[in-house]
């Protein structure tokens, strides 16, 4: 039986092939692997699975021309010259004339000396951002390093080396002597990395001095997904006829969870083309203070920001367009009106029009823009075109359902898609067979990495994954697989048992944009909200990543998470290089010596190559055997 080591490595456009012996395969493998790695997988970033612990050592010979970091080669200079950088490697292990692999990634040198250079392994994919950005228009300009500008008819090119940025973004220009240069917050065309275009009137001069040219800021744009209720950080994109902002990835044309925008808490806009409002006769007005009550001869439909049309009141001050600041019950609600005129009466029919609050059909959101709504959405398209948007005086909020998805298998593919954008990827949920029907809440803001935040998804889920061979491999840690490994005592060399450490309660906790009418007008607030299980009379309360605003499912996510971390957690080291056998598996077995057996989930995996042994860790349950089974 041969059991041998091989690495495959390339640098230098060259792909290298070594081992710790001399050794003939699909390749000569060179024997300048002085030491059997170290390879240790498990959690890494929350519920990321990757290399927890790596190394590779090689021997340092300069002068053989026929080592990958030869003198002669170059290869030497190449290394020492950039040591950080990521050298591609494979790692084998082939028994009985068959290769599984134990690793594949990138190295880079930690150290070296005269005899060995010695490389740390970590895990190969490219990591990226999780928020886009976009320009915001309330932002603070920034100058361009602009060397000229030059016309053609009506439009007008600017040379800026590594201007940083995209068509759709706006610049304002000012001091150039000629006036057609001159524009403030126009949008551009990006030609290439030096250059971009935008819209004159007509000239054909040329400056190449005294002008300057400035840009918004761009702000990361906030991540959605799943249901998102009054979460504020949108982008505001144009304040020009009404405001518009940047879609922070929501639907906006499904009528059965419409898009809803609110100023200060207050509705101000959605999505719904049926919230059109209403037409109603006031039955009775009354005025106490600078609140106005309005009694409707019927259900008036109206949530505080709706707005309303009042007329046939005895004041003319008292008619016009008011926003309602107080719902009192089905019938009657108040708006604000400050007029020192005495209100006596109303007289009319249909003198109430409810307007809704439906954006209007040319205001209507796009996949990247959330405009205010018609100022007036009674108004007909041909009267004004829908130009006419509301201004918000207080803070945008958002609420609806992302259009990235809502589900945990939702948001492991969203993930897969950042990381592999060609789509060259598959998905395996055979560990994670609910995860269809798991939901998520997620609204971020500040800037941060993919996978680190995957790993804080998925362990507040309480869930695993893995990135190998562009496979995104999903684990429900509460998911106990129907089919096991028997492991022989006679094949165990040790084994320990750790009881967990005393958790008295799990927590999930966050904050709530909530509407607090019991002011007028009304406001913003926002409510701290928890969930909390309780678990042991001793020991701290452990807070667990909230993936979730909804209760019952941060409730769910908890009690998972409870019934895993009291299980005891168990070490079993067995003899050779176990490649069957990987994180999220279900092993069994008996310890004579111990009177018990044991029935565990695979969550770590140690290969010590020196020792010819595999060390399993991970969570499970201990039985205790009788004397009369164990003789």
């Known amino acids: 039986m041969s059991n041998v080591l091989l690495i495959e490595m390339e640098f230098n456009n060259k792909t290298w092939y070594m081992s710790t012996e001399a050794y003939n395969g699909k390749a000569y493998y060179a024997p300048f692997i002085t030491k059997n790695p170290s390879l240790e997988f498990g959690q890494v970033k929350g519920?990321?699975?990757?290399?927890?612990?790596?190394?590779?050592?090689?021997?340092?010979?300069?002068d053989n021309r026929f080592s990958p970091f030869s003198v002669f080669s170059g290869g030497y200079a190449k290394l020492l010259s950039d040591p950080t950088q990521k050298i591609e490697v494979q790692i084998?292990?082939?028994?009985?004339?068959?290769?599984?692999?134990?690793?594949?990634?990138t190295m880079y040198l930690k150290s070296y000396n005269t005899d060995t250079l010695s490389f740390l392994l970590e895990d190969s994919f490219k990591d990226q951002d999780l928020l886009e950005q976009a320009v915001e228009v309330d932002a603070d300009l920034t100058?361009?390093?602009?060397?000229?500008?030059?016309?053609?008819?009506?439009?007008?090119?600017?040379?800026?080396?590594?201007?940083?940025?995209?068509?759709?973004?706006?610049?304002?220009?000012?001091?150039?002597?000629?006036?057609?240069?001159?524009?403030?917050?126009?949008?551009?065309?990006?030609?290439?990395?030096?250059?971009?275009?935008?819209?004159?009137?007509?000239?054909?001069?040329?400056?190449?001095?005294?002008?300057?040219?400035?840009?918004?800021?761009?702000?990361?744009?906030?991540?959605?997904?799943?249901?998102?209720?009054?979460?504020?950080?949108?982008?505001k994109t144009a304040k020009?006829?009404?405001?518009?902002?940047?879609?922070?990835?929501?639907?906006?044309?499904?009528?059965?969870?419409?898009?809803?925008?609110?100023?200060?808490?207050?509705?101000?806009?959605?999505?719904?083309?049926?919230?059109?409002?209403?037409?109603?006769?006031?039955?009775?007005?009354?005025?106490?203070?600078d609140e106005v009550t309005i009694n409707a001869s019927g259900a008036h439909g109206c949530v505080i920001g709706t707005q309303v049309s009042i007329k046939g009141l005895?004041?003319?001050?008292?008619?016009?367009?008011?926003?309602?600041?107080?719902?009192?019950?089905?019938?009657?609600?108040?708006?604000?009106?400050?007029?020192?005129?005495?209100?006596?009466?109303?007289?009319?029919?249909?003198?109430?029009?409810?307007?809704?609050?439906?954006?209007?059909?040319?205001?209507?959101?796009?996949?990247?823009?959330?405009?205010?709504?018609?100022?007036?959405?009674?108004?007909?398209?041909?009267?004004?075109?829908?130009?006419?948007?509301?201004?918000?005086?207080?803070?945008?909020?958002?609420?609806?359902?992302?259009?990235?998805?809502?589900?945990?298998?939702?948001?492991?593919?969203?993930?897969?898609?950042?990381?592999?954008?060609?789509?060259d990827f598959t998905m395996d949920f055979t560990r994670a067979p609910n995860a269809s029907s798991k939901n998520l809440e997620l609204w971020v803001t500040s800037q941060t990495k993919l996978i680190d935040f995957a790993g804080k998804?998925?362990?507040g889920s309480n869930h695993l994954f893995r990135i190998k061979n562009k496979e995104i491999t999903v684990i429900d840690r509460a998911e106990i697989p129907e089919d096991f490994t028997n492991i022989q005592n006679k094949d165990i060399i040790s084994a320990g048992y750790k009881i967990?450490?005393?958790?008295?309660?799990?927590?999930?906790?966050?904050?709530?944009?909530?509407?607090?009418?019991?002011?007028?007008?009304?406001?913003?607030?926002?409510k701290d909200q928890s969930v909390l299980i309780s678990n042991t009379d001793s020991g701290k309360v452990q807070d667990v990543v909230t993936v979730t605003k909804n209760l019952d499912d941060a409730r769910t996510y908890l009690e998972s998470q409870k019934a895993l971390l009291n299980k005891t957690i168990i070490d079993v080291e067995v003899g050779d290089i176990r490649t069957d056998l990987d994180i999220g598996d279900r092993i069994k077995f008996t310890r004579e010596e111990d009177s018990i057996s044991v029935d565990m989930i695979i969550r770590t995996v140690k290969f010590n190559i020196d020792g010819l042994s595999t060390k399993f860790s991970g969570d499970g349950t201990i039985t205790v055997i009788e004397n009369s089974d164990v003789y």
């Open 240 to 289: 020009v006829n009404g405001f518009e902002f940047d879609n922070p990835q929501m639907k906006f044309d499904d009528n059965s969870n419409p898009l809803q925008v609110f100023d200060d808490g207050v509705l101000v806009g959605s999505s719904l083309s049926s919230d059109t409002g209403t037409t109603l006769t006031i039955s009775s007005v009354s005025k106490l203070g």
């Open 92 to 105: 084998y292990w082939e028994q009985n004339d068959v290769s599984d692999a134990l690793f594949e990634g």
């Open 457 to 459: 998804i998925a362990e």
């Open 314 to 423: 005895t004041h003319t001050d008292y008619n016009g367009i008011f926003t309602v600041i107080e719902v009192i019950d089905s019938d009657s609600f108040k708006v604000f009106n400050n007029s020192p005129e005495t209100l006596s009466g109303t007289s009319g029919s249909n003198n109430l029009g409810v307007f809704g609050n439906f954006f209007g059909t040319v205001r209507a959101p796009t996949a990247t823009t959330i405009k205010s709504r018609q100022i007036d959405i009674t108004e007909t398209n041909s009267s004004n075109s829908g130009a006419g948007g509301t201004v918000f005086v207080g803070t945008a909020l958002v609420s609806g359902l992302s259009s990235n998805g809502q589900t945990v298998a939702e948001f492991f593919q969203y993930i897969a898609g950042k990381l592999f954008p060609d789509n």
């Open 500 to 526: 967990p450490y005393p958790i008295k309660a799990f927590r999930s906790k966050w904050t709530t944009n909530i509407t607090n009418t019991t002011v007028s007008p009304a406001r913003l607030d926002q």
């Open 143 to 235: 100058t361009l390093a602009a060397v000229s500008i030059t016309s053609a008819g009506t439009t007008a090119t600017v040379n800026s080396p590594d201007h940083g940025l995209n068509t759709g973004d706006l610049v304002t220009v000012t001091d150039s002597s000629t006036s057609a240069f001159n524009v403030s917050e126009s949008s551009i065309t990006k030609v290439d990395d030096n250059s971009f275009t935008y819209s004159i009137s007509s000239t054909t001069a040329t400056e190449v001095s005294g002008f300057t040219v400035k840009h918004f800021q761009k702000k990361n744009a906030p991540f959605s997904f799943g249901r998102v209720t009054r979460e504020k950080g949108l982008i």
């Open 47 to 62: 519920g990321y699975i990757g290399t927890r612990f790596g190394n590779l050592t090689i021997a340092n010979q300069p």
